[in-house]
């Protein structure tokens, strides 16, 4: 079972515009990571956060958890070709002992 | 550092014929993992090991064993191949072990794209 899920699964811009992708998830959790996958390639972590952390920076990248509503958000500033890629989040559960991934969302961003 | 590797990069298989996946890390990384990532699913465990010498079930094992050969090598086998084991498999690794938080950030290989027919 999938605990976190994307929001949109996909999503379309422009060069230069920010990207907002949403995560919702069912249980209590420990962190909450953000993962881009190019096509053809394996994940690579971009961020991570903690349950009692609510607001992330990383370069052109910010997150935020809400953990009252169980979702994040992860925002890409000034998006650029490169950052075309598939966008997961994955949870660690308070009651688990490993990552649990959503399905994802596909970002695309027109030059 | 290579991190983690993976091979072969793409197999394929007949239904029934068997396979060893490899996956090794040069992270000195206590845990490893399998993954299995198919189309609008995510990634889900196949198996687990959080440190040498263990194995643990993970949410798809069915079809699958695993070797934690050493620190750094996790095999995944498939003994029979079937067609609903096309997909891609991931290993990932990362320093958690038996005392830490397997929930830290993991370090994912390239994949391998299995076919099965």
């Known amino acids: 079972s999938q605990q976190g899920e994307e929001d949109p699964q996909a999503l379309s811009i422009q060069e230069g515009e920010n990207a907002t992708m949403n995560c919702s998830y069912k249980t209590s959790i420990n962190n909450l990571q953000w993962y881009r996958q190019n096509s053809g390639r394996g994940l690579v972590h971009l961020i991570l956060i903690r349950s009692n952390e609510r607001e992330k920076h990383s370069g052109r990248l910010r997150v935020t958890l809400d953990t009252s509503k169980k979702s994040s958000s992860l925002l890409i500033t000034a998006s650029r070709a490169a950052d075309t890629a598939s966008y997961f989040c994955?949870?660690?559960?308070?009651?688990?002992?490993?990552?649990?991934f959503g399905e994802g969302t596909q970002l695309t961003v027109n030059p | 550092n290579a991190g983690v590797t993976q091979t072969p990069k793409f197999q394929v298989l007949k239904t029934g014929q068997s396979m060893t996946l490899q996956c090794a890390q040069d992270?000195?990384?206590?845990?490893m993992y399998w993954y299995r990532q198919d189309p609008g699913m995510g990634l889900r465990l196949i198996y687990y090991s959080a440190s040498e010498g263990t194995t643990d079930k993970g949410e798809v094992p069915n079809g699958y064993n695993v070797s934690r050969l050493n620190k750094r090598e996790f095999s995944l086998r498939l003994e029979s191949a079937a067609p609903s084991q096309t997909s891609v498999y991931f290993c990932?690794?990362?320093?958690?072990?038996?005392?830490?938080?397997?929930?830290?950030?993991?370090?994912f290989g390239p994949g391998t794209r299995l076919l099965v027919l």
């Open positions: 994955a949870t660690d559960e308070t009651s688990g002992s490993r990552l649990t």
């Open positions: 990932a690794s990362n320093r958690a072990g038996t005392s830490g938080r397997a929930g830290e950030t993991q370090y």
């Open positions: 992270m000195n990384h206590n845990s």
